[in-house]
């Protein structure tokens, strides 16, 4: 079946501006994650999604980053403002739930310019 | 975020070596444990997991081992090929008191075979 996609692969934007990441998991997975990866380091946890149980936000770096998702489809990570620091590839990856053992599956990621 | 963010440490092999890559974890209550590759430009996919009952588990040209004393994972590759080179990500997973669960990433190591 289709895993988990991201879009754009792609976004260059001026530093200020506001960005919207997309993601799409895999149907039927009930968990959700977002991470942010700077180049050459390891992930960043920012925020994930249980069902419909209130998101873990503690990885959001600040209050510009901020993430929905509609039920349990597609998420959205949306950055306001912003900064040449939130250059980075942006991946997302489902997992079948977050009760028990399940290994999480990664979308592409997007990769973010800010110039 | 949980995940350091430091450039990675590089582990540098010949062709047909056996490699070993490391991770110390910090969670004593973590349950489960799980190994993820990502090659350039894309998202980190499976490897292989073990969970905290056991001490070793074998898969295809790859064997994972779990020292819970000590709070240590390490994922051996025989006979490396150039094709393993790739960054390598342990992850454990975190029992919760909500009774949901988290995935925690290590720093990553990056592999470098040559031929």
């Known amino acids: 079946g289709a895993g988990v996609s991201q879009s754009p692969s792609n976004k260059v934007t001026e530093k200020g501006k506001d960005v919207e990441l997309r993601c799409d998991p895999i149907?039927?997975?009930?968990?959700l994650y977002w991470y942010r990866q700077r180049l050459g380091q390891g992930l960043e946890f920012l925020i994930y999604?249980?069902?419909?149980?209130?998101?873990?936000k503690s990885g959001l770096p600040s209050d510009r980053f901020s993430a929905e998702r509609t039920g349990e489809s597609v998420s959205t990570l949306t950055i306001q403002r912003t900064q040449q620091e939130d250059s980075a590839v942006y991946l997302c990856?489902?997992?079948?739930?977050?009760?028990?053992?399940?290994?999480?599956?990664f979308g592409p990621g997007t990769r973010l310019t800010v110039t | 975020g949980e995940s350091v963010g430091l450039h990675l440490p590089t582990l540098s092999v010949q062709e047909g070596d056996n490699s070993i890559i490391n991770c110390a974890y910090s969670?004593?209550?973590?349950?489960?444990f799980i190994w993820y590759k990502q090659e350039s430009g894309k998202g980190p996919q499976f490897i292989i997991d073990?969970?905290?009952?056991?001490d070793k588990r074998q898969g295809q040209r790859v064997t994972v081992l779990l020292n819970k004393t000590v709070k240590h994972l390490s994922l051996q590759i025989a006979a490396t090929q150039p094709g393993d080179s790739a960054v390598y990500f342990c992850?454990?997973?975190?029992?919760?008191?909500?009774?949901?669960?988290?995935?925690?990433f290590g720093t990553g190591t990056r592999l470098l075979v040559s031929p």
């Open positions: 990856a489902s997992a079948l739930s977050l009760t028990g053992w399940h290994e999480q599956y």
């Open positions: 149907s039927g997975h009930t968990a």
């Open positions: 999604f249980q069902g419909n149980s209130a998101p873990d």
């Open positions: 969670n004593s209550a973590s349950d489960y």
């Open positions: 073990i969970r905290s009952n056991m």
């Open positions: 992850a454990e997973n975190i029992p919760l008191n909500t009774g949901f669960q988290k995935l925690v």
